[in-house]
């Protein structure tokens, strides 16, 4: 098998680790230490890969003002609200299956609180995103593999439901992903 080819079981298995990672340091440390910390070892861990590949490093303060805005929501509240849910005992898979469903819960929020109006084509997208196509379709196994290595790992429990979602899930990824001759 070809390295290629891994790839996006090596990204499946990777991103399932974050919620593992976050199950595991969280009876250690404050949510938000923690993930503090997570993102100063990651900023760390860019600036030594951008130097190493001798990259330029030069951001205008609009390009740094931008990203601190996306980051403030990405990391502090997007990020920050799944490990203070784990913190306080929500299940690694539950944490992942969550986030994963994020963008229809922020539709469906927007329609009932906001009252904005959905159009066709935005839940034609909505749709489309669930469905998933390329290397997007492997991102619904992110929750599975989740659930299966908190299992492994903690003893978090996976009922019947949960096994037959792990199922169902692997089948449509294997659907979208399998090469037809």
Known sequence: MKTARLAPYLFVFLWSTGFIGAKYGLPYADPFI???????????????????M???????????SKSALIGLFLHAFYLGGVFF??????SAGVAAVITSLQPVFVSILAVK??????????FA???????GASVSSLFYLVPPATALEAYVLFGEK???????GIGITALGVWL????TN
């Open 176 to 179: 979208v992903i399998r090469r």
């Open 34 to 52: 923690f993930l503090s910390v997570r993102i100063f070892i990651a900023a760390g861990i860019l600036f030594i890969a951008a130097r190493f």
């Open 85 to 90: 849910a784990i913190s306080k005992g929500v």
């Open 125 to 131: 997208g909505l749709v489309t995103g669930l469905i």
């Open 158 to 164: 996976v009922n019947t439901q949960g096994f037959l």
């Open 54 to 64: 001798r990259a330029q490093i030069a951001l205008t303060r609009s390009e740094i």
């Open 113 to 122: 609180v906001l009252g904005e109006k959905l159009r066709w084509s935005q």
